[in-house]
Every structure is written in C-alpha cells, then in structure tokens.
C-alpha cells in the first residue's frame, strides 16, 4: 500500500507587512507518496516557492508566519519541530534544489569544499571520506572527469553544471524526499531536457518522493505523476497528471492550456485568459480567479469555492461543480 | 518573390568580439581570443512576414538584432533596408531609418524609463522624428496608440512602475508603433511574461501586423512561440544559421541535426507525447576561437570526417528550405 510521506494540511502563510496583510499561501492541503512525483504548478506569484519554504521551515519570521495548518513529514508535523530538529531533518531527510544555482552556490568555496560541508557536519565524514562522497556523487549526477572538477569554484561551470552540482548536494545525505523549486527555469531546452533526465532517473533509482516547482507545464507534463495547479494562493485543481491534462475541470486550468502555443499548432490565436493576477494585497471577494474568468457566477463574488472530488482522485475548487455533488 | 518585397536582406553578416585579456596574459604572451558572436550569416524578410530567429543562450540572436538596428558596428557583411545599404548610411539618413525598424525589448521593467510618464514615453518618438508638433496632436495620437495596445485613458499619466509585465510590455509595443515603423524586431519579447499573459501579447503581435502591415523579426528561445508567430525560421547555433525555411515545414520535418535535437527537448504539455530527451552529446560549443570546420562538431550524431575540416555552407533543399549540413 502506497505510504504517505508528506502531507500538507491546511497550511497558510501570511506576511505582515507595513502596507497590511498578504495571505501568501491559503488553505493548501495536498500529499504526497513514497517514490511519487508531485508537481506545483502556477503563474509568478502564485505560491509555489512560499509553500515550499514553508515545507522546509524557511519563512522568516518577522514578517512572515504559519497561523493555522500542519506540515506532515513522515507523519510528524514539521510546524512543531525545534530549530535543532530541523537542522536534522534539513538536507538530511528532505534536499532541496533551488531555481538559480549561481545564487544558491557560495561562489568563494570550491565545489568540494561546500558539498563535503553537508557531508562532514551531518554525517560526520573525515575530510578524506567526505572528498570520495563528492567524487561519487558528481559522478552520479552526470559531471563528466569529476575529480579535476572537484577543486573548480562555481563560476567556472555553465549553468547546466551548476544545476547538476547543486543536485548533488541535495543528494548528498540521501534524502528520502527532495523538493526543486523551478530546477531548469534558467536552462536553455537542450539543457533542461538532460537535467529533467537526470532528475527523474534519479528518483526512481533512488526510490525517493519529488515536490516539483515550475511554472512549465510542459516540463510538469512529462515529469510529474500528480499534478496541483495553484493560482492566488490556493490550489485550485489537484489530480493525476494524464487526468489533468486531458480533462481539465477548472476554468483556470483550461485556460492555462489554451495558452500554450503548441508545436504542431495550426492555432493562429491563442485564447488567453483575459485580465492579469488579483492584487494579492487586496484580493477580490469569493474566488479569487472570478474577475477573470468567463463562467463567473453570483456566487462566485460572494464565497470561496472549495476543493472538492469530481471524479475519483480529481479534485477542483470552482462553483461550477457544485451542482453535480449538491 | 522579387526583390521589391524583400524589406531586409543581410549577407555575410558577422561581428567578433575581441576579448582582451588581463594584464597577466599579456605579459605571457598569450593570443588575443576572437569570440565569433555572429559569423557570415544570410537572411532576407519579405515585407509583411514574420521571421522567427530561435537558438540557445550565447548563439548570437540577440548580436543580430542589435547588428541589423546599427545599434552595434558589424565586423563584416551587408545590410540592405529596401535596397539601400544601411552600413553606409550617414548619422541623418541613419536617423530616419530608425523610423523604419524599431525595436520591442525582453525586459520591460528596464526598457521603460521609470521617472517618465507613459504620455511622455510613447510621445517623445514622434517628437524625434517630427510626426507631430502640437500637444493636442501628440496627446490624441498617444491616446489611440494606447486604446491600440489594449490600455485605458487613464494610464496615460501614469508610471511604468504602476503596471504590470504585460502592460509594460503592451506600452513597449505601443512606442515602437509610435512611429510607424514598417520593421519591428522583438529580441525576446514574450520571454519575461507568464503563459496567460505571454499569449495575450503574441496574439497582440498578430493583430498589429495585419492591421498595419508590419514585418517582423521575432526572435525567442521558445521553440513553441516561434512556431506561433513565424511565417519562416531561421534556427542558429553558435553564431551560425543552420537551418532555414517555412515554419510549418521546418517543425514537421527538421532536416538539420541540431533543429532535431531541439525540437526533440522541447517538453510538449501533453504527457501523451514522447518524453522531452536530448539527441545531442555535450554541451553547446564556444563561440571564442571555435576550430574550422562544423559547429556542431563533436556533438552530431552524424558526424563524418569532412565535418571538422570544413564549415558546412546554407545550400537550397527546395521547397524554400536551406540547411547547413555535410550529411543530409
């Protein structure tokens, strides 16, 4: 039976700030299994990365805070851990892989040095162990000649390299979930294909669980087993992939995919979706997707919709589903 | 296709940077390194068509459109506006040309000048080419241009920091049109946006161009947007063309290695589609001192011996269709 390793249950996160309150992440509840997949999908803004920090305890705070909701990591609740306790479970249990390499390297240490870091500190490795560990893993995550690259520093490698290294070091201490937050964004299509390669592969051969960030749906497409789309702070449509993609239930969803020029597209007009994002400073009242969708409602100005199953393991939150269940 | 209807034509077309070295180097004697952002390319726009220029980070789109503007000197090579040599033109007749082509840039939050106001943005471009001289007029025809773009009266005394991406993006588009340009070069200019708000803007590009008849030079690393917007493609790699012809054609059937290799890795939002995968070993070649011979050298599945010797040259396949290979 497949086993739960992280569940997300409500979780809010706000920001106070000087000009007011911005619920950044409202209500998101989502799991997800041992050796699956999970893609979050949106536009900027959305919440994806907010909820990702979140997952990892990496909200500051001042300005920002979790007032209701639970993180559940292997059936315990992440929200209530110590500093201590998380420094545990950080890079050890859960890695992560941020959108920029270049940003998320230390440009002043060698690639060597700030992997056998983690290494040394969370599994106390000798230097000498910790230098093998980083030979083996550059290997691992494709890094052609890895020990004359040990000593580079991360300038001197192209953005698909550092992508790779930064997978490494997510991967160091074998981490039985990873989250990547927008992974191949900064690469070039060439580039993404071999990282998204590799990601995948070493997910499956490692048997881990994958949180998958991107705005690409695309990318979620051929990556993902489950799939949540996330607009304005809430998800909006979560289900199967292949479900998703070929029977998209929310109007948000839809026209999403109506936007992508396609291929082998002969559409000469895409049908966008009209308006841009809800100031998230000051939202609007009921669904917050209403003032730009085609189908908006009485209804749909007054109350917040919520996820509900519309088909086995294909959930939606739009009003438009209502009378089916009611 | 006479020579009438061609709007541009460059032939031979380069620009090499040379890079100097530090101080160091010098002192130990080491060769200065040529870095070859575009070398020898050939393309032509016929007037009313939209010519996709695609290719990776670092292959010398973005040199092109700047070479093609004059906003940069070329090394080597010709650029012809309806006949006439645009190298060659003086400072005043450059001026003028500048009405002609314009150009939309990536990124709107540093295209637009954050201390002007839209009225004067989109206004000072026909104040520089004297398409109109009183305020009323000026006022009026920025009003139009904003109602053209798909914005409100009540953004024309407004700041670029109050809108969007998209907005911004629309204002750009609209102070291009400000002077009626018969040629407008997008360097990347739906890369920055979000999907919902990219496909706005690529469907505006479409309405402009049947409504004023423009010509475009559309230049994306997006395969898909390329395959949108493009009457023809030309697709380059490290500073070369290797491929060119009708959109439809060269997207159902590549022809060159590397427009194969992209197009097999582009992930297709569709999961019932083959998974994206790269066809291509290694990583894309330098374009600083690059050997003779084939860029792609090294990398090519089909590789022969020819192919490090001698550079494959553009050759006609039919159909409109030219391909820079040794082994078709």
Partial sequence: MAETVLALDELTVRFRLRRGDLTAVDGVSFSIERGQTFGLVGESGSGKSVTAKAIMRLIPDPPGEIPHG??????????????????????????????????????????????????????????????????????????????????????????????????????????????ADEPTTALDVTIQATILELITGMIERLGMSLLFITHNLGVVAHACDRVGVMYASHIVELGDTREIFANPQHPYTVGLLNSIPRLDGQAKYLTPIAGSVCNMMDPPSGCKFHPRCSHAMDICRREIPRLKEIAPGHLAACHLHDRGTA | ???ADTLLRVKGLTKHFTLHGDIYSKLAGEKTQVLKAVDGIDFHIQRGETLGLVGESGCGKSTTARLVTRLIEPTAGEVTLKGEDLLAFSRRRLKEARKEIQIVFQDPYSSLNPRKTIMHILSRPMEIHGLAHSWTEKREKVLELLRRVGLGIEHIDRYPHEFSGGQRQRIAIARALSVDPELVIGDEPVSALDVSIQAQILNLFRELQKEF?????????????????????????????????????????????YTKALLAAVPEADPTKPAPRLTLQGEVSTPIDPPPGCRLCGRCPRESAVCAEIAPPLVDVGDGRQVACHNL
């Fill in chain 1, 70 to 179: 639970r993180v559940l990591f292997e059936g315990s609740n992440i929200l209530d851990k110590s500093d201590t306790e998380m420094r545990a479970l950080r890079g050890r249990r859960i890695g992560m892989v941020f959108q920029e390499p270049m940003s998320a390297l230390n440009p002043v240490f060698t690639v060597c040095d700030q992997i056998s870091d983690a290494l040394r500190t969370n599994l106390g490795l000798s230097k000498a162990e910790a230098r093998e560990r980083v030979i083996e893993l550059l290997s691992l995550v494709g890094i052609p000649s890895p020990q004359k690259r040990l000593d580079s520093y991360v300038h001197e490698f192209s953005g698909g390299m550092r992508q790779r290294v930064m997978l490494a070091m997510a991967l160091s201490c074998n981490p039985s979930f990873l989250i």
């Fill in chain 2, 1 to 3: 296709m006479t020579a």
């Fill in chain 2, 213 to 257: 008849g423009l010509t475009y030079l559309f230049i994306a690393h997006d395969l898909s947007v390329i395959r949108h917007i493009s009457d023809r493609v030309a697709v380059m790699y490290v500073g070369k063309i290797v491929e060119t012809g009708p959109a439809a054609a060269l997207f159902d059937k590549p022809l060159h290695p």
